[in-house]
């Protein structure tokens, strides 16, 4: 039971109940769509890129309150980053979901990013976390295929 | 003669007269004494796989242990015995399914390999451009794709039937369908995603009005109706070891024998031959043509063994007991506020599928998990099915006969603490 309420932090809950950049945005200059083909998770994401810096990012899409959760936050966390800083970001991110705690290290590093600590307790649930996460890489590559956690 | 099946397979007959005792049933898996996460196990993904009673996974060992041998070649003591058990599982499953002889089994590998190996070897030679397979808006994957991969490869076309809101096949348009180009009916018997039971008598009749043979999908029937070929008269019925209490990797399919020998092999090999020369090569008897190469011996024989084990506890009891427990579930589960039902026929077995309000299936899933709960969340390899409902995936509980009321209501306890989770 503890593992599940570290699973759905309340600020998970929030992001997932009301998703920031939940909108599609006009001026995006790199777009990218992923998919989870286990669970049915389907994310587009728009990325507005300027000078190496993202300046506006914006997802929609359906999926379970992970990856909703996940895009959610993910984009608040990069509006403003470079590229290299959101990829710094996703490495850190990644290696939270998917190491041992203890060689995870600081979670709150990544700041509310940290919520999803609990995910690596629930090895299925990776992928869930870890999509929109690809997707954004698809888009700064700018190669506009549509990725697939497969 | 090696006895298919453990003899307690016979002993267990139970008298019609006596009312089913769930509780001793479950001492027969020994699974359902496993703890998950802590808690005792309430497994609700049969439709997935069932699990095996003591006397398949016995059977397994003692063939392993005592009998292992290659079948149909050897003249030695081990092979006879075990040709003799393979071929005994072969009867039983004819007896099963009320099959007029043993040849019109052809042991496969599965559901899917079967439906594959009608759409190659029967459906390809007879079908030319502009000809018509017609299926459901409700079948598994495994019986939608080997139709477009055939109807790739001749130019014919597949023609889908509806379903309604509830679920249910809509006859009329069926009817609608059947037309001068119709070659072939695919058809599912109990839907996975669904639960809905197919009209499959009126389904065949309809179809051999017209002369249009028809493949039925028994995956999900087989283990939970009594199914008589011949009654229902379908040339084909296919269906999967493993979701019958049996192995997996061990699959049936029966086919009508003037049909089976009419068709050309599917694979060539061992076994499917009469004789081999390099001018000329003379294929076996049904079912032998079929089954090139060394088959799934243990998995034939344990499926062998299923069978028994159902038709000791008798497919009508099953099917009563299932039904009851399923209305209490459908009255329990749909009680729960937020939850939507999807399949509502009214000819269903034991398979529910829904979805929570405001919370994804995978999430209902995950925290179900934690409770001990195993249900199948997802698309259930039927995406069509979900795309008619609108829904992009559901949850499914799906019941055995080892299932019991107490199962129903850790469900429903678990339900809430979903809506608990994302109130
Ligand atoms: C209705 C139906 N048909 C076919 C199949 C395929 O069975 P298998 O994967 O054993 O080939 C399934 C399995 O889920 C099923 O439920």
Redesign the pocket.
């Known amino acids: 039971m503890s593992d599940l309420r570290e699973l759905y932090q309340q600020v998970i809950l929030d992001h997932n109940k009301n998703p920031r950049n939940f909108r599609r945005l006009e001026g995006a200059n790199r777009t990218a769509e992923g998919h989870n083909p286990l669970c049915g998770d389907q994310i587009t994401l728009y990325v507005q890129i300027q000078d190496d810096v993202i300046g506006d990012i914006g997802f929609q899409g359906s999926g379970c309150a992970i990856s909703r959760a996940a895009a959610s936050l993910m984009t608040s966390s990069v509006k403003g980053k470079t590229r290299a800083e959101a990829e710094d970001l996703f490495h850190a991110f990644h290696k939270m979901v998917t190491t041992e705690r203890e060689a995870a290290g600081d979670p709150r590093a990544l700041g509310k990013l940290a919520a999803f600590s609990g995910v690596r307790e629930f090895p299925i649930r990776v992928k869930c976390a870890t999509l929109p996460w690809h997707t954004l890489r698809a888009a700064l590559e700018g190669k506009g295929q549509k990725v697939s956690t497969e | 003669m090696t006895t298919i099946g453990h003899p307690i397979a016979e002993t267990v007959r139970q008298d019609p007269a006596i009312p089913f005792d769930v509780e001793r049933v479950r001492q027969d898996f020994p699974i359902l004494r496993e703890r998950a996460h802590g808690k005792p196990l309430v497994y609700l993904d049969n439709?997935?796989t069932s699990q095996k009673p003591q006397v398949v996974i016995d059977t397994l060992t003692r063939y392993y242990r005592a009998e292992n041998a290659n079948i149909h070649r050897g003249i030695h003591y081990l092979s006879e015995r075990a040709t003799e058990a393979y071929e005994g599982a072969r009867a039983a499953v004819a007896r099963f399914l009320n099959a007029a002889e043993p040849r019109e089994i052809v042991f496969v590998r599965?559901?899917?390999e079967a439906v594959n190996l009608v759409a190659q070897s029967y459906a390809r030679p007879r079908l030319q451009p502009g000809d018509e397979v017609v299926i459901s808006a409700m079948e598994?994957h495994?019986?939608i794709v080997p139709w477009q991969i055939v109807c790739e490869q001749t130019g014919a076309v597949l023609r889908v039937v509806p379903i309604n809101d509830a679920g249910e096949l809509v006859l009329e348009e069926y009817e609608r369908l059947l037309g001068p180009r119709t070659r072939f009916v695919a058809m599912?018997h109990v839907?996975?995603a669904l639960g809905t039971i197919t009209p499959v008598r009126r389904i065949v009749e309809l179809a051999h009005g017209r002369g249009v043979p028809v493949l039925l999908?028994g995956?999900?029937a087989a283990p939970r109706l009594p199914v008589d070929v011949r009654a229902l008269d379908c040339d084909f019925y296919a269906f999967?070891g493993?979701?019958a209490y049996g192995p997996t990797g061990i699959?049936v399919l029966y086919g009508k024998a003037p049909l089976l020998e009419a068709m050309p092999p599917y694979q060539g090999g061992g076994d499917m031959i009469l004789s081999v020369s390099f001018e000329k090569t003379l294929y076996n008897v049904i079912p032998f043509k079929f089954e090139a190469g060394t088959p799934h011996i243990a998995g034939g024989i344990g499926l062998g063994a299923a069978i028994g084990y159902l038709t000791g506890i008798g497919l009508e009891r099953i099917a009563a007991y299932e039904h009851g427990l399923l209305a209490y579930a459908t009255e329990r589960v749909g009680a729960v506020p937020g939850i939507r039902l999807i399949g509502t026929a009214k000819e269903k077995t034991g398979i529910l599928s829904f979805v929570v309000k405001g919370v994804h299936a995978h999430d209902v899933g995950t925290i179900l998990d934690q409770e001990g709960i195993a249900i199948r969340t997802g698309h259930h390899?039927a995406q069509p099915v979900l795309q008619r409902f609108g829904v992009p995936a559901t949850a499914r509980a799906s019941l055995a006969f080892y299932n019991t009321r107490a199962e129903i209501d850790a469900l429903v306890a678990g339900l809430h603490k979903v809506r608990e989770t994302f109130a």
């Open positions: 439709a997935a599965s559901t899917t598994h495994s019986n599912v839907s996975n999908d995956a999900q999967s493993h979701k699959g390899c």
